[in-house]
């Protein structure tokens, strides 16, 4: 049969969703929660398409995407995030990746990419294709040795590791609590700048309850499609709306018995932010279209990045929710407070990334941590990990880590660096083909509207740039 998609996303309610609209076009679709698990099928099965979320516990998304373009290179592969930014996805492309979804992305929008996938689309020569080709594939039997092993465990997992790492006096007052906060049924807001680490404590909350052996079920309320957020989180029933053509069970349901942690809990519609204040309340949820009440054994934990009290004053949280929430308001300082902690972070970073891609150790330059300690640090500890696991693989040839290998000139030919992080958040998503424009306007500007030089800028044939232009018009 043709048209079979592999889904991957440990996400359960996202597969659901995926499954239920792809279905509903007559693809022939194979979801899973577990990456290991898909790569056997993978393996085992001829698949055309693989659409994969990007942070995940067994592996990630570019593990994902390394292991077919090594081993099904017939195969497309579409990521999806709720964790992207242009450099990132330039970077998917480069590697060989067909496209990128950031979420929340609706239904008509996969179903379009999917489409253009199987249409031909991929036949057509991209500015990815071309640059794919002056990627090293010199770690690429490493990386499938590693992708082909057991599930690591989730404390030593670098993308989900559930270690709270850190010396400084606000951390060590943070994991000293953690013992009383995490053996009890009270909510718990943790709030913070992002990347600071608040999913990371959720973690440890729920690990060190007497809920461990409970599910764990993790929703980014930021990245869910709007239409779908009651239903994601309560469920809904036959009939409730169009497309509900079964029945679902929800998040809550879902985590029955355990811990459900609300991801960038301010970004939930404030209508549905009233039943979840009821469930709060009354221990009891409603699925969408259903009178029956169903009972909720579920410890809440919930994060936000933003100014709860500005997010109230402006109508957008409802304050009676935030008083639920708040019985024990957690605070995670930003990297800019707890600067002593770097060097302890940076030689965790870099000795799980040379772990993960089984390199030999690397000794840290001195200059290296007094450069670290000068940065601000605007993306906190995701930044810091970022860089680091850039220069881990930078620095293989050497042996030693040194700045120049987190702030090589490679990154930053297109304009293109974390140091930008935030303005580049900032720019409104693209199809792949505003951003092949986007790059190609940039290489333009370097080199005065130059083609010919553009074109070695971007590694590509000036005649790709003439067509890619002409499209344009």
């Not at 009383?180 to 943790?190: D, E, G």
């Not at 990347?195 to 060190?208: I, P, Q």
């Not at 935030?322 to 024990?328: D, I, K, S």
Request: hydrophobic content about 35%; proline content about 3%; aromatic content about 6%.
């Amino acid at each position: 049969m043709s048209n079979r998609i592999v889904v991957i996303d440990d996400e359960v309610l996202i597969l659901g969703f995926l499954k239920d609209v792809l279905a509903n076009e007559d693809y022939n679709v194979k979801i899973f929660s577990s990456a290991n698990k898909a790569i056997k099928h993978i393996d085992e099965n001829e698949v055309d398409l693989v659409i994969t979320d990007v942070q995940m516990n067994e592996m990630t998304g570019d593990d994902i995407l390394n292991y077919v373009n090594q081993n099904k290179p017939e195969t497309g592969v579409i990521i999806i995030t709720g964790f992207g930014n242009v450099s990132h996805a330039v970077r998917s492309l480069q590697k060989g990746a067909f496209d990128y979804i950031t979420k929340p992305f609706k239904a008509k929008e996969i179903i379009q990419r999917v489409r253009r996938f199987f249409d031909g689309a991929n036949s057509e020569i991209s500015i990815a294709d071309s640059l794919q080709s002056k990627l090293s594939d010199s770690d690429s039997n490493k990386t499938k040795t590693k992708l082909l092993k057991e599930s690591k465990s989730p404390h030593t997992d670098i993308n989900n590791q559930v270690d709270f790492i850190g010396e400084a006096p606000a951390i060590q007052r943070l994991l000293n609590i953690l013992p009383q906060i995490a053996n009890n049924m009270a909510p718990i807001l943790i709030q913070g700048e992002s990347g600071t680490g608040k999913e990371v404590f959720a973690s440890l909350v729920h690990n060190k309850s007497k809920r461990a052996n409970k599910p764990y079920i993790k929703i980014n309320c930021a990245n869910l499609p709007s239409e779908l957020v009651e239903s994601t989180l309560f469920g809904h029933v036959k009939g409730a709306f169009t497309g509900a053509i079964a029945d679902r069970d929800g998040a809550f349901h879902a985590a029955q018995g355990g811990t459900l942690l609300l991801d960038e809990i301010t970004e939930i519609d404030i209508q549905v932010q009233a039943k979840l204040l009821r469930v709060l309340q009354e221990n009891e949820f409603y699925k969408v279209g259903s009178q029956k009440p169903v009972k909720a054994d579920v410890r809440i934990l919930a994060t936000s990045n933003r100014n709860i009290g500005q997010a109230i004053k402006n109508k957008e949280f409802r304050e009676d929710l935030y008083f639920r929430l708040n019985v024990f308001p957690v605070e995670i300082p930003p990297l800019r407070d707890r600067k002593s902690d770097i060097p302890i972070l940076t030689k965790y970073f870099v000795d799980q990334y040379c772990l993960k891609y089984d390199y030999p150790d690397l000794v840290i330059d001195e200059e290296m941590h007094t450069y670290l300690r000068d940065q601000n640090w605007r993306g906190n500890v995701r930044e810091l990990n970022n860089k680091i696991h850039r220069g881990v693989i930078l620095a293989q040839e050497d042996g030693l880590f040194r700045v120049d290998h987190i702030e090589n000139s490679i990154f930053t030919s297109l304009g293109i660096n974390d140091d930008d992080d935030e303005d580049i958040n900032n720019i409104p998503l693209m199809t792949i083909e505003d951003m092949e424009l986007h790059l190609i306007n940039k290489a333009l500007e370097k080199t005065n509207g130059n083609q010919k030089e553009a074109a070695k800028l971007l590694g590509i044939s000036d005649r790709t740039i003439r067509n890619k232009l002409k499209e344009k018009d």
